[in-house]
């Protein structure tokens, strides 16, 4: 069976001469079909522009992509079997949310338009959906920040597309409904079964949501995996560094504290204890209350150390002595450059 979107050694080059900027970088990527899929990376690292390439809204400048299988690379948006929500939603602000979320219904080229009460009922069956009952009579100015974005999720479902592109769709919202339209976003993908591709480069969203997670620096993609191992087993000293909190050791420092070349090494896997058996010493530089847990920065002398303590463990003060333990497995060895 094909991917449900593959790309192949995909390139993006804006502008031409040495103003050129190299957005995406011969990207390789398959896709399954129900997979919700998350591109993960920093501002610039070319996570819109490789789902502008999937939706048509860019041409690739190399490399080709397909979706189940069809060399889309040249069509326009309409003509492939995908939908875009937008970061800020693009609803029409003089349509009432119903026509908002039925327009692609309106618009659509098939043979027979569906009459407007039937296109009507399905989109009052789509706002059902996304939990907005009621509100179809409303302009989008008379909604909220996360219903708007309801509204623009139904309107993208309402074509029954086998593809979803969404692009930081929850980057609006505060951070309580952030939290409760990501899982209301993952059990609705569940459910329906559509393919999800969905941009954002908050990590700890990408973890929770995703499937697998593909983690873009530079326009390159530097892993792709699950989140467990994206977390657990980073592939790279970016990868590490940018998903969690992380203490990345290397040279005289890494051998000495772990016998490796280059290791990372998560905070919470750190525990203070007594001086017997303990990995390392240092005095307490900085500590930082987080609610659910304490971070410390222990300054070793040569090196420092982040070990995050749980909550209900008292916080030693700043100066005190501490004694770090670690269990061989909280090591995970890097790879060199
Ligand atoms: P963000 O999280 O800030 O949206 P991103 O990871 O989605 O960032 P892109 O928008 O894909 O990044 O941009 C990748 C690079 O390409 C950036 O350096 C950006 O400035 C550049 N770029 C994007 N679109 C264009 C364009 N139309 N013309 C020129 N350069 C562009």
Redesign the pocket.
């Known amino acids: 069976m094909s991917a449900a979107v593959s790309l192949d050694r995909v390139s993006c080059i ?2 031409t001469g040495p103003q050129a ?1 190299r ?1 995406v970088d011969g990207v390789d990527l398959e896709i399954a079909a129900g997979e919700f899929f998350t591109l993960l ?1 920093p ?7 490789v789902l502008r390439m999937i939706g048509g809204f860019t041409l690739p400048t190399a490399g080709r992509i397909l979706i189940d299988g069809q060399d889309v690379s040249l069509l326009p948006p309409y003509a492939r079997p995908v939908n875009t929500v937008f970061q800020d939603y693009a609803l029409f602000p003089h349509l009432s949310v119903r026509d908002n979320v039925a327009y692609p219904l309106m618009v659509q080229k098939t043979v027979r338009k569906m009459p407007r009460a039937q296109r009507e009922a399905k989109a009052d069956e789509l706002l059902a959906l996304v939990q907005l009952p009621g509100v179809g009579e409303r302009r989008p100015a008379q909604l909220s920040g996360g219903q708007r974005q309801r509204v623009a999720l139904a309107r993208a479902l309402i074509s029954q597309p086998k593809l979803l592109l969404l692009d930081e769709p929850l980057g609006a919202l505060d951070l309580k409904l952030r939290e409760q339209m990501q899982s209301e976003l993952k059990a609705l993908q569940r459910r329906l079964g559509i393919t999800f591709i969905f ?1 954002t ?1 908050d990590q700890h969203e990408a973890l929770s949501m995703s499937d697998r997670i593909g983690v ?1 620096n530079q326009g390159r993609l530097e892993q792709v995996a699950t989140p467990q191992q994206i977390y657990d087993t980073p592939a790279t000293r970016f990868v590490a560094q940018f998903v969690g909190a992380a203490n990345v050791l290397e040279g005289a420092v890494a051998q000495r504290l772990t016998g490796q070349a280059a290791a990372m090494l998560r905070p919470e896997r750190i525990t203070l204890g007594s001086p017997a058996q303990a990995r390392a010493q240092g005095s307490v530089a900085e500590v930082q209350y987080f609610g659910s847990f304490t971070r410390l920065r222990v300054d070793l002398g040569d090196t420092q150390l982040q070990a995050d303590l749980p909550a209900g463990c008292v916080a030693p003060d700043m100066g005190h002595q501490v004694h770090l333990h670690w269990d061989d497995g909280a090591l995970h060895a890097l790879r060199s450059p």
Do not use: C, E, L, Q
């Not at 501002?43 to 522009?49: D, M, N, P």
């Open positions: 804006f502008g900027v957005a990376g501002s610039g690292s070319g996570k819109t522009t941009i480069h873009f």
